[in-house]
């Protein structure tokens, strides 16, 4: 029923019944991007797929609200070449009330995302990166899961900002496509709030780096 989203089954149930999640990106640091600067923001979902169980929502609600999480993230950095994001909108869960202890649904955006420079006018890698993301949990959603305590549009909120944040861990594994100073402080400093739980990555590709030292 979802071809294009077989390979996820094993994260949507890791993610219906486990807490496996990153804290939800609120007032974290942005780092070094070197010479980068935001040209074209490209959010597409003309093929998005629903994994249930899900609440419902729409192309136009996941296209504007990623797109303004990407240029929330990236839009600041002025370095002194441009380049472009395009992102599509895979599919997603929207996690509905459950079960407490028993099933506590967590929410899901996978992504496909690549990255364009503009000066050359190429892409800077041959496939695009597919990302899942996972929704924070934070402790008031611990226990109950977020289908009680936040509203669809709040659970689109976070996984787009960890989307965004996601995205920018992968183009900084890429430091030589931005020329990135290893030693540069970040480019802007913040804090995780205490009151958000961190917790163990979804898999592989979900790792979060060591954080910058804060800057001087």
Known sequence: MFPRLTRFAPFAFVAA???????????????????FRLGHNIVVADNMQQIPPSREA?????????????DRRFGDYDGDRLYHIGIAVDGYALAPPGVPL???????????????????????????EQILVLEGASAETAVVGSGYTRSAE???????????????????????????????????????????VAEAPAGPDAAEPEPAPPAN
Request: negative net charge; charged residues 20%.
């Open 58 to 70: 729409t192309a136009e609600d996941w296209v504007a609200i990623m797109t303004s999480e990407i």
């Open 102 to 128: 028993v099933l506590n649904p967590r929410s899901i955006l996978v992504l496909s995302v690549n990255v364009w420079d503009d000066a050359l006018g190429v892409k800077l890698h041959e496939e695009p």
């Open 154 to 196: 709040e659970q689109m909120q976070v996984l787009a900002r960890n989307a965004a944040r996601r995205i920018q861990q992968w183009m900084l594994t890429n430091p030589e496509w931005f020329d990135i100073d290893p030693d540069a402080p970040p480019f802007r400093t913040g804090t995780t709030p205490a009151t958000e």
């Open 17 to 35: 019944l486990a807490a496996c999640a990153a804290p939800d990106p609120l007032t974290d640091e942005l780092p070094s991007m070197g010479n």
